[in-house]
């Protein structure tokens, strides 16, 4: 969960930066609805990505480990 939600401010960020160089930023309103829209299209992205890299905190992987 804690992953998650810094990987969506990140993305956040930069989505709104975007929209600020491309000059599409035209209210506030506007950019939280642009923004909403593609963290929900994103979401199974993000928590597929936050599960590998919360994982990744506990878990190592050893090749000359054996089972």
Known sequence: ???S??????ISIVIFIA??????AQGIVLNFTV???????????????SKVIWASFFFKYDPNKEL
């Open 1 to 3: 969960m804690y992953v």
């Open 5 to 10: 939600y810094g990987l969506g401010v990140g």
């Open 19 to 24: 929209l600020l160089l491309l000059g599409l």
């Open 35 to 49: 923004i909403t829209i593609i963290l929900v299209l994103l979401m199974p992205y993000i928590n597929a990505l």
